[in-house]
């Protein structure tokens, strides 16, 4: 079985997504590690808002709930771009971790960094995953 390991620093969110769910539809295992370094394009205050609705959308005991942890919000953003309502997408969506930090087991392997994802690329404002986890209210555990 292929696996596949994504250094999200300093990657743009949404290209990062699209790799990812890419191999993962094509039957590789993924991981993901540095997620709270992934960016997120566009002004941090609207992005910060914009969050912060879909936070607070819904009924606690009902949902629809919505991720406030870096790894949540990256395996959330990933399983938007996966046919989740067939078994293809989520036999896929099985096959995806996303770790903050890097465990030691990756410590020695390649990672994998995606030149058209990277954030120097952007010409506007961005805010990385971890400050938005921290704004939205998560504890720091990572």
Known sequence: MIMKVYDA?????????THVAKDLLKGENVFVV????ARLSGNPTVTK???LKKRQRG???HGPYFPRMP???????????????FQ???KALRRL??????????????LIHLEDADVN???????SVEELSLWLGAPKRW
Request: proline share 5%; net charge positive.
């Open 34 to 37: 540095n997620c709270e370094k």
């Open 121 to 127: 690329r952007l010409k506007c404002k961005s805010i």
């Open 49 to 51: 808002e914009k969050y």
């Open 97 to 110: 971790k996303v770790l903050a930090g890097l465990p030691k087991e990756f410590e020695k392997q390649e």
């Open 71 to 85: 790894d949540g919000v990256v395996m959330r953003s990933i399983r938007g771009m996966l046919p989740t309502k």
């Open 59 to 61: 009924d606690p005991r």
């Open 9 to 17: 620093t300093d990657q743009i969110l949404g290209r990062l997504s």
């Open 88 to 90: 293809k997408g989520q």
